[in-house]
């Protein structure tokens, strides 16, 4: 089994404040948060997908953009952390965003929205007003829709679920040999609140035309290397998982605005799939004849092979087939990897998820996997949330322990003690296991 107890050694860029990371290099502070480069006149740097992140973090267009100097911090963030509106996330990509959440940061049975991971594919747009948004229904269906936010709120019955997104790279920083990508250890993961509309009622209310087979989904973000035309993700479902009742069109989350980073003012939540069909800045949803081929949709995006491979071997193209309900899994969120433990007893809890299935059991071990106890285990708030669990641990003695914890689903799958090997490092679901100094 590779030791994979701790995080791989990288950057606290995304526990820092802005005012600290410019303070101890803002030039790479500039290009962390805005991707930009300082001239040596020191104005009129900020332009393209730099411009869009910072009028993106500061709400709304900044019309004098071309005065404003190098390492320059906007009132409007100062103090905050390297994410505005984030709290404790580790900065893996800086262009496009993609950022974790530590482990013992997602304690909360709902995670706060400060605290869910971040993963962009493209820029996200530049000036978002909800008034002004438009969603359009079209494709194969009898009534194509054009609809604003408060047409979704007024037309169809709105509803709040408790879902869990988790992308599908998460686990990629244990590949040996590695996978490209980002490299996501534990924290691409997360089950907020969600407030919308089921995609079904609306798609219901456009009429699906028979022989509909996908979905198709186009948001307002931009491709990183400019083009407006080239889109940086467009992905899609089948119709059944389209229609399935947690699939929702979501304007809030945890009761209140999106967060910019996680697709405001309109995404799409498609619980128990990889996190990338869940469309963020949704503009769009068509209905086609055949399975969807945007961005991301072919090749090997978001795809495994159709067989087991030996870590490092090759396949065809053609082998690979899409990835759809997301495998079991659990994650230990207390304690922290790395704890101090005084006496000999404590509590570890966490969570546990299955894709479009359920949780049958927890177990935890802290001889190295040679015992295993049960853990208590709560039912999921509703379909598609993750299950909260905890287990009272004795240690016999002082001394380094490791906690393991490993799921079971509703249909007997159980989480493995290493990771299947692929060449995208998708669907890394080996247990999770935490160190702990006893005494």
């Not at 909360?108 to 993963?119: K, L, Y």
């Not at 998460?170 to 990508?181: I, Q």
């Not at 910019?260 to 003012?265: E, I, K, L």
């Not at 479009?356 to 853990?375: K, N």
Request: glycine content about 10%.
């Amino acid at each position: 089994m590779r030791n994979d107890t701790h995080e791989p050694t990288r950057g606290s860029a995304g526990t820092r404040t802005l005012t600290a990371l410019y303070r101890r290099d803002p030039d790479e502070a500039d290009r962390l948060l805005f991707g930009r480069r300082t001239c040596s006149d020191r104005r009129g740097f900020l332009r393209g997908a730099g411009l869009a992140a910072m009028a993106a973090l500061v709400g709304g267009t900044i019309p004098f953009h071309r005065t404003i100097p190098a390492h320059f911090i906007p009132v409007a963030l100062a103090g905050e952390s390297v994410i505005p509106g984030k709290d404790g996330l580790v900065v893996l990509n800086d262009r496009p965003l993609s950022a974790e959440t530590p482990a013992h940061l997602l304690d909360d049975a709902v995670t706060p929205t400060e605290r869910h991971f971040i993963r962009n594919n493209g820029i996200p747009p530049e000036a978002v007003d909800a008034g002004a948004w438009r969603l359009t229904v079209d494709g194969l269906v009898e009534r194509p829709m054009t609809l604003s936010i408060d047409q979704l709120r007024r037309r169809f019955d709105t509803v709040t679920r408790a879902l869990t997104l988790e992308c599908a790279g998460n686990g990629r920083a244990f590949f040996e040999p590695p996978a490209t990508g980002a490299q996501w250890t534990y924290g691409a993961v997360a089950c907020a609140e969600w407030t919308g509309v089921r995609l079904a009622d609306v798609l219901g209310a456009a009429g699906v035309k028979e022989g509909t087979v996908y979905t198709a989904h186009e948001g307002a973000d931009t491709h990183p290397s400019g083009p407006e035309a080239k889109r940086p993700l467009s992905r899609g479902v089948p119709i059944a998982k389209a229609m399935e009742p947690g699939t929702l069109i979501a304007f809030a989350q945890n009761g209140g605005p999106i967060h910019p980073m996680n697709g405001a003012p309109l995404r799409l939540v498609v619980p128990g799939w990889p996190g990338s069909c869940s469309q963020k800045w949704l503009t769009r949803l068509w209905l086609r004849d055949r399975v969807h081929d945007g961005a991301k949709m072919t090749g090997t995006s978001y795809r495994v092979p159709d067989r087991p491979l030996a870590p490092g071997e090759q396949a065809d193209e053609a082998d690979f087939v899409i990835i759809e309900a997301m495998p079991v899994k659990s994650l230990i969120t207390r304690p922290a990897s790395g704890a101090r433990v005084g006496a000999g007893r404590l509590e570890a809890r966490g969570h546990a998820w299955a894709g479009d299935r359920t949780v049958r059991a927890v177990e935890v071990s802290v001889d190295f996997g040679t015992t295993w106890t049960p853990a208590a285990l709560d039912a999921p708030e509703n379909p598609h949330a993750w299950q909260n669990w905890r287990a009272a641990l004795a240690f016999p003695a002082a001394g380094y322990y490791e906690i393991w914890a490993r799921a079971t689903d509703s249909r007997g799958a159980r989480q493995p003690d290493t990771l299947a090997w692929n060449p995208k490092g998708y669907l890394n679901n080996a247990i999770h296991r935490v160190a702990v100094s006893v005494g």
